[in-house]
């Protein structure tokens, strides 16, 4: 499925999601949020995919809301812009919501700039490499508002919360260096090399034990706010259900024969 404003392939098991709105440095409007529903529940419902990619077709990754969209709403009234809004937020929230839960591992591929919702689509993503020319922003505050898409939440686990009100208050840019040094990016790689080195992440990743990778992932994002105890208990039962996989038994007998594994996400 596709449309305009977001592309959608799967390829070797590897989902890829292109925001395709350039001319407008894929500013979230109406077709880009409906694109962007359809795409990651396609993506999170579909048992052939074992990796997700949110890429651009472009030199930006996303500069946040469409600010003309968001004068017209508000031109109709507040409480119309309000109407919209909330429409809008059902939509994304739950893709980010998503993104964050189903289980299976979600790169974010970042070129340009990722400002506002960009960014924080970004953060929901489990891991992101950035090419050497991004530019990241919580640019909420530029505009006289707050962060959305989760944006407030992950940043503040990710950096911490002195951090974040800094980045989120003064929502001054981020180079891709810096990014990374704060933990906000996993990788940082020459532009033209971007495609190809995420292409080499998400197919290791779509080959790996991808039932292991989704409850890895649920163990780590429920770590912060688990107590010790409890977060022992779920690690104890997370094991115990991996050794029904076929990968585990694939895993064990490779160690053992001194071969590599063939895992079938399985």
């Given at each position: 499925m596709s449309n305009d404003a977001v592309l959608y392939d799967v390829k070797d098991a590897v989902a890829t999601i292109?925001?395709?709105?350039?001319?407008?440095?894929?500013?979230?409007?109406?077709?880009?949020?409906?694109?962007?529903?359809s795409a990651v529940d396609n993506a999170a419902d579909d048992p052939a995919v074992r990796c997700v990619v949110i890429c651009s077709s472009s030199d930006h990754f996303m500069a946040g809301g469409d600010l003309m969209m968001f004068k017209d709403w508000r031109d109709q009234g507040v409480s119309v812009a309000q109407d919209h809004l909330n429409?809008?937020?059902?939509?994304?929230?739950?893709?980010?919501?998503?993104?964050m839960t189903m289980d299976k591992p979600v790169i974010a591929?970042?070129?340009g700039a990722a400002a506002g919702f960009g960014l924080s689509l970004m953060l929901a993503c489990d891991l992101a490499i950035a090419a050497d020319n991004a530019a990241l922003s919580m640019a909420y505050i530029r505009i006289g508002t707050t962060p959305d898409g989760g944006g407030s939440h992950s940043l503040t686990r990710i950096v911490g919360i002195r951090k974040a009100m800094e980045l989120a208050m003064l929502a001054e840019s981020v180079?891709?260096?810096?990014?990374?040094?704060?933990?906000?990016?996993?990788?940082?790689?020459?532009?033209?090399?971007?495609?190809a080195e995420t292409a080499k992440i998400a197919a290791r990743l779509a080959k790996s034990p991808t039932r292991a990778l989704g409850r890895t992932k649920r163990l780590i994002n429920q770590a912060q706010?688990?107590?010790?105890?409890?977060?022992?208990?779920?690690?104890?039962?997370?094991?115990?259900?991996?050794?029904?996989?076929?990968?585990?038994?694939?895993?064990?007998?490779?160690?053992i024969e001194r071969r590599k594994a063939t895992f079938t996400g399985s």
């Open positions: 292109t925001l395709n709105r350039p001319k407008a440095l894929n500013a979230l409007n109406m077709d880009l949020v409906e694109g962007l529903v429409g809008v937020f059902d939509g994304v929230h739950g893709s980010v919501e998503k993104l591929s970042v070129q180079d891709a260096q810096a990014a990374k040094d704060l933990g906000l990016v996993n990788w940082v790689v020459p532009v033209d090399d971007l495609q706010d688990t107590p010790l105890v409890e977060h022992l208990k779920s690690e104890q039962d997370s094991f115990c259900a991996s050794v029904a996989d076929e990968d585990f038994g694939e895993g064990i007998n490779a160690f």
